[in-house]
């Protein structure tokens, strides 16, 4: 496949208010970032404590790739946690969405949708099945389609029909490498994504961890952690990069090296100092409405969900979790606000669904 050439920054600041009885996480999911991405521009709140009335500020920005105008379909990329409906190499729309991970990946490359389903029953596969038996668990041989199926409301098997996007019962997930080969949608973006899909539609894996874009002064970097381990070159893909857009006499590679110690995904400039830089406004945004996310996370999961939760590593991440998995440095729910529930274990799915 073409590589995905230097494309547009798009997002901004956002100046959010945190509602009470929200953990940074779900303000996160309903935004569809990750919470580093409120944790880092914050911190400095986060660190003192959140007054009464005080917003946090989110850092929504990100970098658009440019797609090959022969690319139509439905394109995913892995580092990036996005999800493109393309058509002739212009974006229809956009998602963010939960990714595999880095020791179940999904397959990278070209595929096709071969199957969709409203509504899908999950049918544990025979390991799974094994492993609650191991567990001491009652053994499920399936899940019939309601509110406790991890599969959610919709079905896209793409590749040999072991893969999926599918919704998810922990929208905190979404941003995250935490699934088992699958992708994870918030339900009702799942919903509007199945209107655009068709069986026989290609679908696009790509792993591409450097994002690139240029604006009058600024060339922004955008690095994402290799949650994979490929070991991409990641200083190659920035010269490419840099001399699409012909950029490369303006590249400020000690800016660079200071990005590349933290690949978050955290747009930064990189453009050789000296020219006057055009500042980031902070607007203030609105929390979305509950009525354009999914249910709240319930506090008891569907007996079926522990036939599918990683294995135990620190903090029920992956034991291979890059710096996106899960931020620890800081504290995910605020002083000054009522305690919150543990968070709910992430449903992971396996690469096998029998339709």
Not at 84 to 107: C, I, L, M, N, T
Not at 121 to 139: A, H, L
Not at 148 to 164: A, D, K, Q, T, V
Not at 331 to 346: D, G, K
Request: some cysteine; aromatic content about 6%.
């Amino acid at each position: 496949m073409p590589a995905l050439g230097p494309g547009r920054l798009v997002g901004t600041l956002h100046d959010v208010p945190l509602p009470r009885g929200l953990t940074i996480n779900e303000l996160a999911s309903r935004y569809g970032v990750h919470p580093i991405r409120i944790l880092r521009p914050s911190q400095a709140i986060l660190t003192r404590g959140l007054k009464r009335n005080e917003r946090l500020v989110m850092d929504s920005r990100r970098i658009e790739p440019m797609f090959p105008a022969g690319i139509s379909g439905v394109v995913l990329n892995i580092p990036e946690a996005q999800l493109y409906r393309v058509e002739s190499g212009h974006v229809v729309k956009d998602f963010p969405v939960g990714v595999s991970r880095s020791d179940w990946q999904a397959p990278i490359g070209l595929s096709r949708v071969v199957a969709m389903e409203k509504n899908p029953t999950w049918y544990v596969p025979k390991s799974i099945q094994k492993e609650m038996e191991d567990n001491g668990r009652t053994v499920i041989e399936k899940i019939d389609p309601g509110p406790g199926n991890p599969l959610g409301s919709r079905w896209i098997g793409f590749s040999n029909g072991s893969y999926g996007i599918h919704g998810t019962l922990d929208p905190t997930s979404i941003k995250r490498n935490a699934s088992h080969g699958c992708v994870r949608m918030l339900d009702p973006q799942l919903k509007d994504l199945y209107t655009m899909v068709s069986v026989g539609m290609p679908v696009y894996v790509y792993y591409q961890p450097v994002m690139l874009a240029v604006t009058d002064s600024n060339v922004w970097l955008s690095v994402y952690p290799d949650i994979y381990g490929r070991n991409p070159d990641v200083k190659a893909s920035i010269r490419t990069l840099a001399a699409q857009a012909g950029v490369t006499n303006r590249l400020d590679w000690k800016a660079i090296q200071k990005a590349l110690t933290k690949p978050d995904g955290i747009v930064v400039d990189v453009a050789t100092p000296g020219a006057p830089l055009r500042p980031v406004p902070v607007k203030p945004t609105p929390v979305p409405s509950r009525s354009a996310v999914p249910t709240p996370i319930p506090s008891v999961m569907p007996t079926a969900s522990p036939s599918a939760l990683p294995t135990a590593v620190p903090n029920g991440s992956d034991q291979h979790a890059s710096p996106l998995a899960q931020p620890t440095d800081l504290p995910l729910t605020l002083p000054e606000l009522a305690p919150q529930p543990t968070p709910v274990p992430t449903p992971t799915e396996v690469p096998t669904q029998p339709l």
